[in-house]
């Protein structure tokens, strides 16, 4: 969910992943699924779309990582055929 409990705004997202003992800050933009969807379909056809979850090895590394991404997928793969023009 957005931080501004906004579902349908985009937002910029500064995330911070850690590697190797130093943090990284990863930008990304949040948007809706509609949003993602229409700017795809402008110019491919989905053939699947995918919201991954954590692999179980992950529980055990970090509980709370696990829980989060169980319950808020931060991850979109969308699978799509190049449309022919």
Same mark, same amino acid.
């Given at each position: 969910? $957005? #931080? @501004?409990? !906004? =579902?349908?705004?985009? *937002? &910029?997202?500064?995330?911070?992943? @850690? +590697? #190797?003992?130093?943090?990284? /800050?990863?930008?990304? =933009?949040? +948007?809706?699924?509609?949003?993602?969807?229409? #700017?795809? &379909? %402008?110019?491919?056809? &989905? /053939? %699947?779309?995918? *919201?991954?979850?954590?692999?179980? /090895?992950? *529980? $055990?590394? !970090?509980? @709370?990582? =696990? *829980?989060? &991404?169980? @319950?808020?997928?931060?991850?979109?793969?969308?699978?799509?055929?190049?449309? +022919?023009?």
């Amino acid at each position: 969910m $957005s #931080e @501004k409990g !906004d =579902y349908f705004s985009k *937002e &910029l997202i500064i995330d911070i992943w @850690k +590697r #190797e003992g130093k943090s990284i /800050e990863v930008p990304f =933009y949040r +948007r809706s699924l509609q949003a993602i969807c229409q #700017e795809v &379909l %402008k110019h491919f056809s &989905l /053939e %699947k779309i995918i *919201e991954p979850q954590p692999v179980k /090895e992950l *529980e $055990s590394k !970090d509980k @709370k990582a =696990y *829980e989060k &991404l169980m @319950k808020n997928p931060h991850f979109l793969i969308i699978k799509g055929m190049k449309q +022919r023009q």
